[in-house]
């Protein structure tokens, strides 16, 4: 038996060792090096970075722009999964149950549910080029032109420093909003069609069938999708980096940690200092993982 | 057989797998330890003709910026140039839109190229390479005869602004190749057509900007609102055509008070009034090549820009366009520095990393392109200005560059120039964003200046960012 066991064990290790050690060489190793990087002076450049101890953390907390970023982050972690969950649960209510019916789709919901995936299939750079484009402040701009038409002033989506950012967190929705009527869709799909049925005979209408029924099932899977968001919301780089003006302009309205992190390494050759940020970013988003698992921690519905 | 050692086939694939991990893990992010024998081999005997001691069948790695200028100016015209006198060496010639993500892992692994065009958008930043010893000194280069003629120094070739600029902790080690005119550029067609006058005082200029707006044919004024060092740069200039050249020194050198001097301000409120009322409309939202294709199609009268312009818009621009260009008008009249100061830059910078594996066969690259046949060939090809003097003479010259040329002649001694955008990469970055904000109207001179100053006090008080000065 135990030789079994211990076949049974190699047999498993064999297995896991590859992706073990490529998860060591390329995600771990990265790490530990950042933590060290993060202590010395180093600008990229030099074989010999001098050891300067915690400097760069203190620094760190004199930079406005990086703690500009922080709250934009923040922004983002409490905005960007409360209005994609709201409306990617409703869109999947209507493509699934929101039908007169009360236990089918709305009329062409097969074809929405394609059209609502469009974005997800996009790259992100190609979203942000695209949204660069809508958002254009003259005639040939897909939002402006009607109201320049109609004979109003034009909106600066990404030019006004009071709007940009409200535009940057408007495409993240729009790019998330597909998968997550994808994921909720699936998730309606395991709730036995009866309990529809017996709630519409009781008499509910289609509000309190979402409140009373679908919502409290799909409890779960809601979870899920406010931890995936907040992640993308923490970790959000290259819509910013690419859509905005002056890479997180203007003036500051759009960075993002990421961002100030890529731009103190790359821009100003400070890699020392954009290890720390990125030691400061690793916590937060460790903190973030670790207090949703905590709270969502919650009995399941068995049905 | 016990105790004879046995490796099994598992035991061998298991230490086989573990090797190649063990040596990723080692060679990472962190910087690496250059093998000792780099760079200074010894070299051949220095001679009048060879005077870096160029070893002539020594390879040379040359990377170009593949921006506005293309790279075919460094193919067909540098590297034949150098070749012909060392047909022996191999040039491996690469060229990029990315300097820094290209070659920032070469320096980092401490086997860097010999020659790099360190320009565009992401270049590596002079102050790190300078700071950690990276670039050639390269004064040797200055007072090595010339390429055209031995008994004229290389020193004596070039603009001395190109010296001065290109000097870092006392040493000559960037060489600026293109000479970067600032001014403001319109279409000499179209203001001959409508009977516009380049501007000579601020209060003609605002006059023509009023005229232009009622004439209801284009807007007066745009800049690249994207990028709002395009505005910046006759916002600083038109401080120290007020307050003469020590405004800009001043700057430069992180002097308390140099942004809200009284010059600065009456530059930024000059500015701020133009954003406010005579702006193409759009303009925060659009970048460079929209407002320069904006004024190519005849929408939009003026913006400010550098000699680059023409060879960038040469596919937008119509053939009678005749770019022309004009500098600052006087502001008051009494104007430290006279109408027809101009700000010019060195451009197009070259280096040569001093860790690299052949540095003699990169001075010897630079200085065949500063001789007058590579420059002159250059400047027509790209159709722009070079620092090697008297290199266009002679040659065919597209309107917007004669129009630039003129008016370096006629500036004579008053030319200006800053260093704090180079030096100082994060002054640049907050000035471009307050700099934006100050044309919207988000900002009022006084706290766009005040913010500018917080910015280069805490710069300056930063002990991780090396200080320049300069005189």
Not at chain 1, 113 to 125: D, H, I, K, S
Request: hydrophobic share 45%; charged share 20%.
């Amino acid at each position: 038996m135990t030789f079994n066991r211990y076949r049974r064990g190699l047999f498993i290790a064999a297995f896991l060792a590859a992706p073990v050690a490529l998860y060591l060489v390329y995600v771990i190793s990265p790490y530990i090096q950042a933590f060290y990087i993060s202590m010395t002076d180093w600008r990229g450049v030099t074989a010999s970075p001098a050891f300067i101890g915690f400097d760069n953390f203190v620094r760190l907390f004199n930079d406005g722009n990086f703690w500009k970023a922080v709250q934009h982050n923040g922004a983002l972690l409490l905005l960007l999964p409360l209005i994609t969950i709201v409306i990617a649960l409703f869109f999947a209510f209507l493509l699934n149950v929101g039908g007169a019916k009360g236990n089918e789709g709305i009329a062409g919901s097969k074809f929405y549910r394609v059209v609502f995936f469009f974005p997800q299939v996009l790259a992100v750079a190609v979203v942000a080029v695209l949204f660069q484009q809508v958002f254009r402040p003259d005639g040939s701009g897909m939002l402006n032109a009607p109201l320049m038409s109609l004979g109003l002033q034009p909106i600066g989506f990404l030019s006004d420093s009071d709007v940009a950012f409200w535009s940057v967190l408007g495409v993240m929705v729009w790019q998330a909003v597909g998968f997550y009527v994808v994921l909720f869709s699936a998730g309606l799909a395991s709730i036995p069609r009866d309990m529809f049925e017996a709630a519409q005979i009781d008499g509910a209408g289609r509000v309190s069938l979402f409140f009373r029924i679908t919502l409290p099932l799909l409890w779960d899977t809601v979870q899920v999708a406010w931890v995936y968001l907040g992640i993308l919301a923490l970790d959000v780089f290259a819509i910013v980096w690419v859509m905005t003006d002056q890479h997180g302009g203007p003036d500051w309205s759009t960075t993002v940690m990421a961002a100030e992190i890529y731009r103190n390494a790359f821009g100003y050759f400070r890699f020392g200092y954009a290890s720390a940020l990125g030691v400061v970013m690793f916590f937060f988003t460790v903190g973030f993982a670790f207090l949703s698992l905590r709270l969502s921690r919650r009995e399941r519905i068995e049905y | 057989m016990p105790h004879t050692p046995h490796l099994s086939r598992r035991e061998l694939l298991r230490g086989a797998a573990l090797v190649p991990v063990a040596g990723a893990l080692a060679a990472c992010a962190t910087p690496q330890a250059p093998p000792a024998a780099s760079g200074s081999a010894a070299p051949a005997a220095t001679s009048a003709a060879n005077p870096f001691g160029v070893a002539g069948d020594k390879p040379l790695e040359v990377w170009i910026f593949d921006g506005g200028f293309g790279q075919d100016y460094a193919k067909n015209i540098h590297q034949p140039l150098y070749k012909s006198k060392y047909p022996g060496a191999e040039i491996k010639h690469n060229a990029t839109k990315e300097i820094t993500k290209v070659l920032q892992p070469r320096f980092a692994g401490g086997n860097p190229p010999d020659v790099i065009d360190n320009s565009g958008a992401n270049f590596m930043d002079f102050g790190a390479l300078s700071q950690d010893g990276q670039l050639q000194d390269l004064t040797a280069l200055l007072d090595a005869p010339s390429w055209d003629d031995p008994n004229v120094k290389v020193r004596d070739t070039i603009d001395q602004s190109v010296i001065d600029i290109g000097t870092y902790d006392g040493k000559f080690s960037v060489l600026g190749y293109v000479n970067y005119i600032f001014g403001i550029w319109y279409s000499q067609k179209a203001f001959r057509e409508n009977g516009w006058e380049p501007p000579k005082t601020w209060d003609e200029f605002l006059k023509l900007c009023e005229t232009i707006k009622k004439s209801g044919k284009m807007a007066p004024f745009t800049y690249a609102g994207k990028h709002p060092q395009y505005l910046y740069e006759p916002l600083v200039t038109l401080a120290a055509k007020i307050g003469g050249n020590e405004v800009m020194v001043n700057i430069d050198n992180l002097e308390d008070g140099a942004w809200t001097s009284e010059p600065m301000k009456t530059a930024a409120t000059a500015w701020a009034e133009i954003g406010a009322k005579y702006l193409m409309q759009g303009t925060a939202g659009l970048d460079h090549v929209q407002t320069q294709t904006a004024q190519n199609k005849y929408q939009v009268a003026m913006l400010p820009s550098g000699s680059w312009l023409e060879n960038e818009q040469k596919t937008t621009t119509p053939d009678d366009f005749e770019y022309g260009m004009f500098t600052l008008p006087d502001l008051t009249g009494s104007d430290k520095l006279p109408y027809g100061t101009i700000h010019t830059s060195p451009g197009e910078n070259f280096i040569v990393p001093s860790k690299s594996a052949n540095p003699q066969g990169g001075m010897e690259y630079l200085r065949a392109m500063l001789s007058k046949k590579a420059a002159g060939d250059f400047s027509e090809l790209v159709r722009t200005v070079t620092v090697v003097k008297g290199a266009g003479e002679g040659r065919q010259l597209s309107p917007g560059v004669s129009s630039a040329t003129a008016a370096v002649t006629t500036a004579g001694e008053n030319v200006v120039y800053y260093m704090w955008e180079r030096w100082y990469a994060q002054l640049k970055d907050e000035c471009k964003a307050a700099t934006g904000e100050l044309m919207n109207g988000g900002l009022t001179p006084e706290k766009y200046l005040e913010r500018m100053q917080k910015k280069a006090d805490e710069i300056k008080n930063d002990s991780s960012i090396k200080k320049f000065t300069r005189s």
